[in-house]
């Protein structure tokens, strides 16, 4: 019963290096999310993707990019780190869009770029 | 005026005593509410949808009121492990089609002996 998993759990990276973010799913859903999590910014919503095959932006994409590889992974990159991307990641699914059904959360990635 | 808001507080309550938070919305058209609970430093989980007609599991009741787009979350009872931080979340209008979570920023409820 994994749920969301998501790796690193920690990394720590220098300004301009580059790194990508990944998160599995094994409960079949369709839908996928990538959210930062900022002191006193709450969630914020990087991308998502609604199906296998469909990526969108959130509330913050600028400096990354998404890969929804299939229907289990979704991938969040990072081609250039910046400091003001120093954050925690949660990648997090549901059955769908479209319906109401809640998320699920990975653990989280604790990421500081210097 | 953001989407989902909510006091951040913290509330800071003995044990035993019954606490409230609300969360209002801005979209009318939104469809699905949910609260979540987080423990500092790790991932939101769900601690329950909030249906129409309003719904309790528990010590924890939540309500919806669509006139005045607010949801609420009461607290019954309360215990020190109920410490965290409280999340509101709305699935708004159809974006495409979609209706994509957006989070309240968080209520903090401390528990004191």
């Known amino acids: 019963n994994a749920g969301v998993t998501q790796t690193p759990k920690f990394q720590v990276l220098k300004t301009g290096q580059s790194m990508t973010l990944q998160c599995a799913q094994d409960?079949?859903?369709?839908?996928m999310y990538w959210y930062r999590q900022d002191p006193g910014m709450g969630l914020r919503l990087i991308y998502y993707?609604?199906?296998?095959?469909?990526?969108d932006k959130g509330e913050v994409p600028n400096g990354y990019n998404v890969s929804r590889l299939n229907k289990r992974e979704f991938s969040l990159r990072l081609e250039s780190a910046a400091p003001s991307q120093t954050s925690v990641y949660f990648c997090?699914?549901?059955?769908?869009?479209?319906?109401?059904?809640?998320?699920?959360f990975g653990n989280g990635t604790r990421l500081t770029v210097t | 005026r953001k989407e989902v808001e909510q006091d951040p507080g913290p509330f800071n309550v003995p044990e035993g005593a019954t606490v409230a938070f609300n969360c209002t919305y801005s979209n009318s058209a939104s469809q699905s509410f949910f609260w979540y609970r987080q423990d500092c430093r790790k991932e939101p989980k769900l601690l329950m949808s909030v249906y129409s007609s309003g719904n309790e599991d528990g010590r924890f009741t939540a309500q919806l009121n669509r006139a005045s787009q607010y949801i609420s979350l009461l607290i019954r009872d309360s215990k020190l492990s109920d410490s965290a931080t409280y999340l509101c979340?709305?699935?708004?209008?159809?974006?495409?089609?979609?209706?994509?979570?957006?989070f309240g920023r968080g209520t903090s409820l401390i528990v004191h002996p």
């Open positions: 997090a699914s549901s059955r769908g869009t479209a319906d109401r059904s809640p998320l699920h």
């Open positions: 409960m079949n859903h369709n839908s």
């Open positions: 979340v709305v699935n708004g209008g159809p974006s495409g089609g979609s209706y994509i979570p957006t």
């Open positions: 993707s609604a199906s296998e095959g469909t990526t």
